[in-house]
């Protein structure tokens, strides 16, 4: 073990906490702005993934990829988060629709197989299920509007049961709409080669990763501290009663936060998706490392998100390559003692 | 006190046609009975915790995860646990569940709320990780098969059956010993806490140690369940341990009813019933998997079991807005 090996080992922990840094930052502001603990954070990056996968193979354009995962995933994270997370006024009625059609659907495609008997020929007519489904609707939409449906926002247990529900559904049409193999997203060629300095290979893709998170942080740290609107961000993650006292906008900000932080984490997806891969499971194996980032770095604040994805990277890497049974045993560790010591994480504030 | 009659009542009732059906069903229905109950002494374990003490843990699949690797080592390289010697795992998987907690507990049991759940969330992770790489203990991502097979004691386990009658019985004892705990002064303090910690703090409760209390006895019933998982699921994986497993026993007992204990094993019924039956019908179960989740916490915030009382709740308020009426007509 040479210094050639903590010099490589170094710089793949940095690069994968520049990864780190996209998914984390985003899980971090969301839970700041909004007091919400978002467990459809990690759907968000395998999401990103599909979404480029899908750009690549009808464009062939990588660059091209990166932009449109992220707004498609954004404009995700922001329609869930209008209709179910925080409705209000008439995207109640929106939601309890589309709930009211969804559970109708289902219920048409279960009588299928437990009773064909009652769709007497053309199972498979449009017309007739888009009748047979309007008909259940109704009633359940109705049923529906007279129990009044809780507001989520008090209470994490029911943010957190109500997002991996969100998560489930997500990983199920990944399933359906790309399969359940595993992929892989080819960065262009020119992304692929590596850096030669002083007899060690450094990939140019890494590179390129750590520069990539590098000017998105300085960008939205810039954006918080020297706009008015992040000024606005920065006082609702203080106290959002305050800030809305003062006529801030707290209902714009969580929209933008959140379709900012889900668009980051659908672009460390993609990024991600060259060595990583993309496939089914990826979720739920990106978003406990995303709270270790969180955690580590403290609730709510951007720095402390890039020192967390910093620590947890480099954790990561050492410990798969110094202790490899322990691996993942010396990630979260740490995530458990800071939380004991110091619940706030290393930067949070109250 | 009727109304607690019926109750018991209608949970015996309702446990002796589980007694009596099942084994007549095919052996499909036997086994996922088996699987759900094993679940459902998981789930309330965790209803201690949630329900009766007001912390929502997003860990307790790592006592449950212990209590089944546990079993599984034990029985693949020292043959222990197979024979009469089961019966000495039952307490050492209570024993090593809660002293598992019991350490866990001293990191956890200050913190409240979000950072509760983050917290268990990290230590189930601890032992998620250790589940999943360290290989030559839990045979990494493959997970132990359990050689042996199940215990062989007079009785012999293998059969489908037998195991359904010994983990009923184990899921009676577990829903009769949380239900006497729940009962006694410890549970009636454990819901003060829940409804008003401060107050039990001036009253000079030591709310630390009733929590740890908790959380520890939380710990062991989870690791019983574990062994019992061991056996009835004949093979010990990481799947175990992570963390849609703790997310699923806190469903089941938000599902069923938080701070009912039976609710959990509603809800673990539901949960494995709906899993298993629409997985064998269609190939997209997981939207209604999904679907129950965000349903049940929009609609349902007191589970199912707390319909019959939000429907007296709706009766009442109707016939108050009616009495209202009544009175502001002649003016």
């Known amino acids: ?350 | 006190m009727g109304t607690q009659n019926f109750k018991i009542a209608a949970v015996i009732v309702s446990l002796l046609v589980l007694l009596i059906i099942v084994p007549y069903c095919n052996s499909f229905v036997v086994l996922l009975a088996t699987r759900a109950m094993v679940f459902a002494i998981l789930a309330m374990s965790l209803d201690i915790l949630l329900g009766f003490t007001g912390l929502a843990s997003l860990g307790q699949a790592a006592y449950f995860g212990v209590g089944a690797y546990l079993t599984a080592i034990l029985a693949n390289n020292y043959g222990f646990g197979l024979k009469w010697d089961f019966w000495l795992m039952v307490p050492i998987g209570l024993v090593v569940g809660g002293a598992l907690a019991a350490f866990f507990g001293l990191f956890a049991i200050r913190a409240t709320g979000t950072y509760f759940l983050m917290i268990t969330l990290a230590l189930g992770q601890c032992v998620w990780g250790l589940a999943y790489r360290w290989n030559s203990m839990t045979g990494g991502d493959n997970g132990i098969t359990m050689k042996g097979g199940r215990p062989h004691f007079g009785i012999d386990l293998s059969s489908d059956i037998n195991f359904f009658y010994l983990t009923f019985g184990f899921f009676a004892a577990t829903l009769l010993a949380l239900y006497i705990l729940v009962r006694s002064p410890f549970g009636k303090s454990l819901l003060g806490i829940r409804e008003r910690e401060l107050r039990m703090r001036i009253l000079g409760y030591n709310v630390w140690l009733h929590k740890y209390v908790a959380f520890i006895i939380a710990g062991a019933f989870g690791g019983l369940s574990g062994v019992l998982w061991a056996h009835a699921n004949g093979i010990v994986t990481p799947e175990t341990v992570v963390l849609t497993t703790s997310v699923d026993a806190l469903l089941m007992t938000v599902l069923g009813g938080a701070g009912t204990l039976v609710g959990g094993a509603i809800g673990s019924a539901i949960v494995f019933g709906l899993r298993e039956y629409v997985s064998t019908l269609v190939p997209w179960w997981q939207y209604v998997l999904g679907g129950v989740y965000v349903l049940t916490i929009l609609y349902l915030p007191t589970g199912l079991m707390g319909i019959p009382g939000r429907i007296s709740q709706w009766r009442n308020s109707q016939k108050k807005r009616e009495t209202t009426k009544v009175a502001s007509a002649p003016s």
Request: charged share 10%; proline share 4%.
């Open chain 1, 1 to 350: 073990m040479g210094t050639q090996f903590w010099v490589v080992q170094a710089f793949n922990g940095v690069s994968y906490g520049a990864l780190l840094f996209l998914v984390g930052a985003g899980l971090s502001l969301i839970f700041g702005v909004m007091r919400i603990v978002n467990l459809s954070h990690g759907s968000y990056f395998l999401l990103g993934g599909y979404v480029a996968l899908s750009v690549i193979g009808t464009t062939g354009s990588w660059l091209l990829s990166l932009p449109i995962a992220t707004l498609t995933i954004a404009v995700v994270g922001l329609i869930m988060e209008r209709l179910f997370l925080r409705p209000e006024g008439r995207a109640k009625l929106v939601r309890d629709a589309l709930i009211a059609l969804g559970i109708a659907l289902v219920i048409r495609l279960m009588i299928g197989p437990i009773l064909p008997q009652l769709l007497p020929g053309q199972i498979g007519n449009i017309i007739q299920v888009a009748l047979v489904v309007i008909a259940f609707a109704i009633p359940i939409f109705l049923l529906l509007q007279r129990i009044s449906a809780v507001a989520i926002e008090a209470d994490v247990l029911r943010q957190v049961l109500m997002t991996v529900g969100f998560a489930f559904l997500f990983q199920q049409a990944a399933l359906d709409i790309w399969g359940g193999n595993n992929f892989d997203i080819q960065p262009p060629s020119a992304l692929t080669q590596s850096l030669v300095i002083g007899g060690t290979y450094l990939p140019l893709y890494r590179l390129f990763m750590i520069v990539g998170a590098l000017v998105i942080g300085i960008v939205l740290w810039l954006a918080m501290e020297k706009t008015r609107m992040g000024a606005s961000v920065r006082a609702t993650v203080d106290d959002a009663q305050m800030a809305r006292g003062v006529g801030i906008d707290t209902n714009k900000i969580s929209m933008l936060i959140f379709a900012l932080g889900a668009g980051m984490a659908a672009l460390g997806g993609v990024i991600g998706g060259a060595f990583l891969g993309v496939y089914p499971g990826l979720d739920f194996e990106m978003l406990p490392i995303a709270f270790a980032v969180v955690i580590i770095g403290g609730m709510g604040s951007l720095g402390g998100a890039a020192i967390g994805a910093l620590l947890v990277g480099l954790a990561d890497n050492f410990g798969k390559a110094l202790f490899p049974e322990l691996a993942y045993f010396t990630l979260y560790a740490p995530m458990v003692l800071i939380l004991a010591i110091k619940p706030t994480g290393l930067f949070g504030r109250d």
